[in-house]
């Protein structure tokens, strides 16, 4: 498996990642969770534990391919310890940059959680002392 996925593009670290379903999970009692079907069919849900405006954990679950499980795994790392206003500047190349590489064909699968997160910060709007 880690030779087809190298073949086809993806970084050491995002294979690592795909084989170690690094934060796939739930976490019980988030402060935000949300779900969010891609155009390409995947579903990406988001869990976030936030204090004081920090995110201090965040996992995600996924229904779809390789490229989805990667670029969640990459975006939970990037938003841990981060604040909401920052994590809401991530973008899609941020995530490339992380993986290093991946398939020019999964950068949906990058939009994907990225449009996830947006969704996910979007729904914390109607509660108070979160920005």
Request: hydrophobic share 35%.
């Amino acid at each position: 498996m880690d030779d087809l996925l190298k073949r086809t593009g993806y970084s050491k670290k995002a294979i690592r990642y795909y084989k170690n379903k690094t934060n796939v999970g739930i976490i019980k009692n988030p402060t935000v969770s949300f779900t969010y079907k891609g155009t390409c069919g995947d579903t990406m849900k988001i869990y976030l534990m936030i204090d004081s405006n920090k995110i201090i954990d965040a996992k995600f679950e996924a229904v779809g391919c390789a490229g989805a499980l990667t670029a969640g795994s990459a975006l939970m790392e990037l938003v841990k310890n981060k604040s909401v206003a920052d994590a809401r500047n991530i973008c899609e190349y941020d995530i490339v940059a992380h993986l290093g590489s991946v398939p020019d064909k999964k950068l949906d699968c990058i939009y994907l959680a990225i449009k996830t997160l947006q969704k996910t910060l979007n729904s914390l709007k109607s509660r108070k002392n979160i920005k």
